[in-house]
């Protein structure tokens, strides 16, 4: 109750007197924009949790945008076991070619929760019996959540970051990745949960791709207008550095506190787990309390140009920086993963 309150004040307080966010340089400003564009667009289509209608829409907005491109896109379909049953899934790819035969990874997830009960607080609880009976009918998923944030902002933001590409040249290969799966099935728990990340992994290692990668930067609702990024104590150490060191000399230190420490279980996970370095770049509260994460209240009406602009100018420096240096950053470790989410009731 006290942290609640104590989350509530804080809140409030940055509502009230919200830290200066500095505006990104119009070129990522103008991304941001697009990338709003897009996340409401895709926010429209209703809840997309894989083997939904709107999951199958969306699928067929992320191959014909990326088709556009300049770049090898690459489907992924698999068949993840989950406590519902076997669903079909499916990562994107797209493969922008550089020079060098080392990989950097852009990374983040498509799907979203499937929220079937409202309670009367407004938090939206899954049902997954009923989950369970709409797979392969290909129902309608009522559209009372929306994911504009939590799946929106980084399918839209990763949309652009890709068409951003289009005219840059590379020293390495950039793969600009959309994972499917990221949320559980049922309940959040070791085996339900980012099903799209961890199959991916295991490809790549099995390919030889693995070997290749210099960095993964996973980003995850990225959208928030009073955006605060977490610190990821269970991200690679080095390439954590490099992006707050980044974030810091793009003037976006508030945005990018060192405290407190946070475990947080994303995508990045399965690429620590087998040696990539990899960092999460999460906003893990959003809304008093993180109360708009998994909820109703995860609306366009809370995201903004500015911060999807300022996440884009960050990652795209890295990107830039990595692709420059081509350092090799020794692998991550890991600690609690999983501590940083609360299991979804
Ligand atoms: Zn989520």
Redesign the pocket.
């Known amino acids: 109750m006290i942290r609640e309150l104590f989350g509530l004040t804080r809140f409030v307080l940055r509502e009230l007197c919200p830290p200066p966010l500095p505006s990104p340089p119009a070129e990522f400003l103008n991304l941001g924009k697009r990338a709003l564009r897009l996340a409401r667009q895709i926010a429209e289509l209703g809840p997309r949790p894989p083997g939904s209608e709107a999951h199958d829409q969306l699928q067929s907005i992320i191959s014909s945008s990326l088709a556009k491109l300049d770049c090898l896109v690459e489907d992924e379909e698999f068949t993840a076991q989950t406590p519902i049953g076997s669903v079909p899934m499916c990562n994107y790819i797209a493969k922008f070619s550089g020079e060098e035969n080392r990989t950097v990874v852009i990374s983040g997830h498509y799907d979203?929760?499937h929220p079937d009960v409202v309670l009367p607080t407004g938090r939206v609880v899954r049902c997954w019996r009923l989950y369970r009976q709409a797979l392969g009918k290909r129902v309608t998923t009522p559209k009372v959540f929306l994911?504009a944030n939590?799946?929106g902002s980084s399918t839209a933001l990763l949309l652009e970051i890709a068409r951003s590409l289009r005219d840059r040249s590379l020293k390495q290969n950039t793969w600009i990745a959309f994972f499917d799966g990221?949320?559980a099935l049922a309940h959040w728990s070791q085996d339900d949960q980012t099903y799209g990340s961890r199959h991916q992994a295991q490809q790549w290692q099995q390919d030889g791709s693995l070997k290749q990668i210099t960095a993964l930067v996973n980003i995850d609702?990225v959208g928030s207008r009073n955006l605060r990024v977490a610190y990821d104590m269970d991200s690679n150490d080095q390439l954590r550095g490099l992006v707050w060191r980044v974030a810091r000399r793009c003037g976006y230190a508030r945005r990018f506190p060192v405290r407190p420490g946070r475990h947080m279980a994303d995508d990045h996970i399965p690429f620590i787990q087998a040696g990539v370095p990899a960092v999460d770049i999460i906003d893990a509260e959003y809304g008093p309390g993180n109360a708009f994460?998994?909820t109703l209240e995860d609306s366009p009406d809370k995201l903004s140009a500015h911060s999807l602009g300022m996440i884009a100018h960050v990652v795209l420096e890295v990107l830039r920086e990595l692709d420059c240096t081509g350092r090799q950053y020794s692998t991550g470790h890991v600690g609690g993963a999983a501590e940083g989410r609360a299991p979804i009731p």
Do not use: Y
């Open positions: 979203t929760i994911g939590d799946g990221e949320e609702m994460w998994h």
